[in-house]
């Protein structure tokens, strides 16, 4: 089993930049992979970035350039840097871990942009 604890959304300005964290119950080292996505209202859930425990990364094009994905090992988190927030990323935000064959969510955190 792994809990994850999301935090750090809330209300972003266009332009401007938000971070949020997950916190795992069980060490990141064990964990094949973790992840955010996302689900804006009406749409299906997005794919928006992935770290493996080796440290590669892999975005969606939306956020590409925009979005950093990173973890602390010591504290066994994970981050999701969102920089240039544009209204369209407006979402709750997901993450994801992935523990031998069983895929674990947090319970979401909301991320709005808007002036």
């Known amino acids: 089993q792994v809990q994850l604890v999301e935090s750090g959304g809330g209300l972003g300005q266009p332009g401007g930049s938000l971070r949020l964290s997950c916190a795992s119950s069980r060490s990141i080292f064990i964990l094949k992979a973790m992840g955010w996505h996302r689900r804006a209202a009406g749409k299906e859930r997005e794919l928006v970035a992935t770290?493996?425990?080796?440290?590669?990364?892999t975005y969606a094009n939306s956020v590409k350039g925009r979005f950093t994905i990173s973890r602390d090992n010591a504290k066994n988190t994970a981050y999701l840097e969102m920089n240039s927030l544009k209204p369209e990323d407006t979402a709750v935000y997901y993450c994801?871990?992935?523990?031998?064959?069983?895929?674990?969510w947090g319970q979401g955190t909301p991320v709005t942009v808007s002036s």
């Open positions: 994801q871990a992935v523990l031998d064959k069983n895929i674990y």
């Open positions: 770290i493996t425990p080796g440290g590669s990364t």
